[in-house]
């Protein structure tokens, strides 16, 4: 595809307004730790909402959609709608109990929370662990997605995207810090999501297809429409073996399992990673809870359409791999995957419109890799550098390294990114070895008794059942696999928490005193306590909170399908009743919160 001057204008207009936006933060976030890595902790909620949207709005997110509609159809996406449910559970649950913390990182949590070698040992093994193996993984992830774009719409080869993309990331996030992070955020998240708008107009408007209607209507696109698994039945009226793997696979397990039980980037029970960072980075409690509930709001409820509309066209324009190794002969067979549908249906966007869709990519790219980079170097210079290197280092020497630690995470992405093939099969990957430790981030709050024992036995065993999946041939279905690594995980940390010794005494007060979480699992810890203590939160009205934002969001998310596909009485009422529900949510929560 040849690029046309207005569309070269378009981006480098972009690259000149970050480029900027960065060098503008340098000074301020260069002072101290504090101001590079969490912005100085003055953060309002909608800039740290939009930059939370802007951070998963990344270049593998389309082509991973697009993957999978294409095998499983709209329904395919409760894979990742489920964890809707979890990010609930973080607004309501764990925001405000993050931010009382005051914590720099999530991974110095494990020392607040935490006594004796194994917390230290924790916090220092965790820090490369997530800061290294973690975000390298997802960094690589979205890389693979910018080799494919970039393979198809420019004509370059993996190791030169990889070049390209790298570097003026890196530029970008090593001088800036959180700061400019946060800022161009905002800006990234408007362009991300005019391109890809732009993006499903062109798709449907294709030759091919001529109109939403008519796409809707192709015989391509059939069983491939409905937002839930389709119902098949034998003769007898039992449910086709097909149809119940699907439930199983797309609903059951999501719904039942997996949001609570598997540790994934972004959605991680009870918050971490990137989403810990803002919270931590917010002006107070109310700015932690109300970052996080747009966050989720925007991230499930209104962004998904535009993908799978592309997805969707992309069935009648390209409805085999083979036609899309036919339309880009150029492209190496063995990236070609149904994750290729995306860029490839990028390729019929016209001049200056392809300019501003390609600005979008690169916006969604460096958004996703300078916050991984930015959160990763953090834990690298917070938690080990600082706390087990050089703990006299003054505070422009772990800028510096923070600087370094920056450079170096994405020299090894790119790498890793050259050797990967498919988002899905990174996805799953991620996945399979973050499963089985969801449940004890979500009850270290609220459960004096697990301990520093509990969570490493969980981390050795989900990752030792992972890599024992892939070296054997168990014959066993992916949601298998899961379930299978989420019981064995568990009974494994449960049974290390009971034999293992208790938390110090004064750590389990100190804890409490600070973060006051509610419930019976602090009842012990609480009676020894002498002093009055504020209350703690209510569990009941964060339960009642936490269904109706669940319903808001998938109201949202179901009422701007249905009116699409021109159910507009159903779509009209769904989307009414989640923006009461919204409404009466965020008047509550104000209320509650002052």
């Known amino acids: 595809m040849q690029l046309e001057t207005l569309d070269w204008i378009i981006i480098g207009t972009y690259f000149v307004v970050v480029i900027a936006i960065g060098i503008g933060f340098g000074r301020v976030s260069g002072k101290d730790t504090n101001q590079f890595f969490l912005g100085g902790r003055n953060m309002p909620w909608w800039l740290l909402g939009f930059s939370m949207v802007a951070t998963t709005f990344s270049t593998d997110t389309p082509n991973l959609v697009t993957d999978i509609v294409r095998q499983n159809g709209v329904a395919g996406n409760w894979i990742w709608w ?16 993050w931010r009382r913390s005051e914590v720099k990182t999530d991974i110095e949590f494990y020392e607040v929370r935490y006594s004796g070698k194994s917390a230290a040992f924790l916090r220092g093994f965790r820090a490369l662990y997530l800061g290294l193996l973690f975000n390298v993984m997802v960094m690589a992830a979205v890389s693979l997605a910018a080799i494919k774009i970039g393979g198809v719409i420019l004509g370059l080869s993996p190791l030169q995207c990889i070049l390209w993309a790298m570097a003026a990331t890196g530029l970008f996030s090593s001088i800036g810090g959180f700061r400019s992070v946060i800022f161009t955020d905002f800006i990234l998240f408007g362009m991300a999501m005019i391109g890809a708008v732009a993006a499903a107009y062109f798709a449907i408007n294709h030759e091919m297809i001529g109109s939403l209607g008519a796409l809707l209507e192709h015989p391509n696109l059939e069983g ?31 719904l039942l399992v997996q949001w609570w039980s598997v540790w994934y980037p972004g959605a991680e029970p009870g918050g971490g990673g990137y989403v810990a960072q803002r919270m931590l980075a917010a002006k107070n409690e109310k700015h932690a809870t109300g970052a996080v509930l747009f966050f989720n709001f925007a991230h499930y409820g209104l962004r998904p359409w535009p993908w799978i509309l592309v997805a969707l066209a992309s069935l009648v324009v390209f409805p085999t791999l083979d036609s899309i190794q036919v339309a880009f002969p150029h492209i190496d067979p063995e990236l070609v995957g149904h994750d290729l549908a995306y860029p490839a249906m990028l390729t019929f966007v016209p001049t200056g419109w392809l300019g501003l869709v390609i600005a979008s990519l690169i916006a969604a790219y460096m958004s996703t890799i300078s916050t991984q980079t930015n959160g990763g170097s953090f834990y690298i210079v917070n938690d080990f550098y600082k706390r087990f290197v050089k703990p006299d280092a003054t505070e422009k020497q772990l800028v510096l390294a923070g600087r370094i630690s920056t450079i170096l995470m994405m020299v090894v992405a790119g790498w890793l990114a050259l050797q990967l093939r498919s988002a899905m099969d990174t996805f799953q990957i991620l996945m399979q070895v973050g499963a089985g430790t969801g449940l004890i981030f979500l009850l270290r709050w609220y459960w004096w008794r697990i301990n520093a024992f509990s969570e490493i036995a969980a981390m050795i065993s989900s990752f030792a059942i992972a890599v024992a999946f892939k070296v054997f041939d168990f014959d066993l279905a992916w949601w298998q696999e899961l379930v299978t690594g989420v019981a064995l995980t568990t009974v494994v940390w449960v049974v290390v928490t009971f034999i293992s010794p208790a938390t110090d005494k004064g750590v389990l007060e100190a804890f409490y005193r600070k973060v006051r979480p509610g419930g019976p699992g602090w009842t012990r810890v609480r009676n020894q306590i002498p002093e009055t203590l504020p209350e703690s939160d209510p569990l009941v009205p964060q339960l009642t909170s936490l269904i109706m934002g669940i319903a808001s969001v998938y109201g949202f998310l179901f009422g701007i399908g249905r009116l699409i596909y021109g159910d507009i009485l159903v779509g009209v009422a769904l989307v009414v009743m989640a923006s009461i529900l919204g409404y009466i949510l965020v008047a509550r929560e104000s209320s509650h919160q002052g």
């Open 82 to 97: 489920a964890f809707l449910v979890g990010g609930m559970v973080t607004v309501f649950w764990y925001a405000k109990l």
């Open 224 to 254: 491939k429409l409905s937002f839930v698994p389709e119902i098949e039945r034998t003769a007898d009226g039992a449910l086709t073996e097909q149809s119940l793997n699907a439930w199983v696979t797309l609903m059951i397990i999501p």
